[in-house]
């Protein structure tokens, strides 16, 4: 019986063994390979003047004095650790340690642009997935479209894009794995007001009294209620039956105003179809016409260097004129 006892120790151990020398192969195998333009940390034991951080060039070698040139790229931090131990040898006469580690995982890199919080370059060790890297980045911003999601990745016969809706894998409805994201891709978050048909992203600006004022992209199908809404909708302040729309027209800028106010009482239709350069003013409820004119002149009509002439041009234009007649007539001019 006891020697059972003992044949069952032995096994538990060996077992034990085993599975820590599979746990310890399998991380050995999945070591991060040194790739072209890692930042690399080295250290000596007892030698720190040899310390010192070097960046792989193209060539995947770094320079390391005292012994010259060493191969990084390819390699694993230990695998090259162990080469620079190995050469140093020859001019320390010792036996030391070196330590390499990846300071930089610029070999393993991707760029975020569009509506986030934090545009930019990032790195990882390990490439996370999509909504990871959203993550990393601060997320999006409330005017992001995560339904077209586009990853553009560079490919030998030129460049290839792919769109993905992030919105149904944040929501839980997708259905299949998010891609694989790869070194060097660029990932664009679009805004849902889309972009100008010129192929370059036209601006509308909006002032006053929303949640997040500024410049949005204006597409083809932009329209007045969409822009407050990406803006972070209107403040408690805000006098919506006065709202003002600066367009530039044939020959100068033409003013409209819009009552916002009645349009959603009335539940009709958007009002006003925006284009690209218009500017709109949602002013506070507690000041007068002249008020909400002069104090957001200085912001809306500084594209002109006549201000005067806009002034009048809006106090002859009737508060109640439809604002597509005004865009119409605009255009004709």
Known sequence: M?????????????????LLATAAAAQTAAEYKIGQGDALSVSVWRHPELERTVVVRSDGRVTFPPIGDVIAAGLTPSDMARDITQRLRDYTRETTQVTVTV???????????????????????????????????????????????????????GSSVTTIDVGSYMRGEATKALPTLEPGDTIEIPSILGTSSGGGQGMVFIFGEVGAPGAYPAGAGTDLLQLIAVAGGTTPSAKLDDVTVVMDGGTGQVVAKVNLQQVIESGTASPFMLAAGDRVVVPRSDSGLGGQILGGI???????????????LYLTLDREQNAKTVRDASATQ
Do not use: K
Request: hydrophobic share 45%; no cysteine.
């Open 103 to 157: 300071a930089q995982y610029n070999s393993r890199a991707v760029f975020l642009t569009g509506q986030v919080v934090a545009p930019g370059r990032y790195s990882f060790e390990a490439i996370p997935d999509i909504l990871q890297l959203l993550s990393s980045a601060g997320g999006p911003l409330p005017g992001a479209d995560l339904s077209h999601v586009s990853i553009i990745r560079a490919t030998p016969s």
């Open 2 to 18: 006891r020697n059972g006892r003992m044949m069952r120790t032995s096994l538990v151990v060996f077992v034990a063994l085993v």
């Open 298 to 312: 200085g912001t809306v009509f500084g594209y002109t260097s006549d201000l005067m002439s806009s002034y009048l």
